[in-house]
């Protein structure tokens, strides 16, 4: 694990980013780190999970609806994933994930609301299992 400098936007980007997809994605993220790509987790963290999470004028719940409607349509299902349980720990409903990935299927197709599916369920069984829903 590579770790370079924390900066103030970092740290409350890190606090955002485990608030909603959780400490051991994070934690994986971070310890997977190396001095190549640290870089990039400093980036994410601070511009993604600060500089836009961060904003006032969509909640949280809100931004994970449009993160999982614009993951679909890019087809990255891995980063989905994450998103799928960063919308159930913002508030989302499994009921809620349905519709959003039924209108994404009208709208980037079927194989991406395939894969958003199966992705979301994947996801689903886990945290049930872990007893987190």
């Known amino acids: 694990m590579y770790e370079g400098e924390r900066s103030e936007k970092f740290e409350?980007?890190?606090?955002?980013?485990?608030?909603v997809v959780g400490d051991a994605y994070v934690d994986n993220a971070i310890s997977n780190a190396n001095e190549y790509n640290w870089p990039?987790?400093?980036?994410?963290?601070?511009y993604c999970w600060d500089a836009i999470w961060n904003r006032p004028g969509l909640s949280r719940r809100d931004?994970?609806?449009l993160n999982l409607g614009m993951i679909t349509a890019l087809g990255r299902t891995a980063e989905l994933k994450a998103?799928?349980?960063?919308?159930?720990?913002?508030?989302?409903t499994r009921e809620e994930l349905r519709e959003?990935?039924?209108?994404?299927?009208i709208y980037?197709?079927?194989p991406a609301g395939?894969?958003?599916?199966?992705a979301a369920q994947e996801v689903m069984a886990e945290m049930k299992g872990s007893g987190k829903s």
């Open 83 to 92: 998103h799928v349980r960063g919308a159930l720990n913002n508030g989302m």
């Open 100 to 105: 959003v990935f039924l209108q994404a299927v």
């Open 63 to 65: 931004r994970s609806l």
């Open 114 to 118: 395939i894969d958003s599916f199966r």
């Open 12 to 19: 409350r980007g890190l606090a955002t980013r485990r608030a």
């Open 108 to 110: 980037c197709g079927v």
């Open 40 to 46: 990039m987790q400093e980036l994410v963290t601070e």
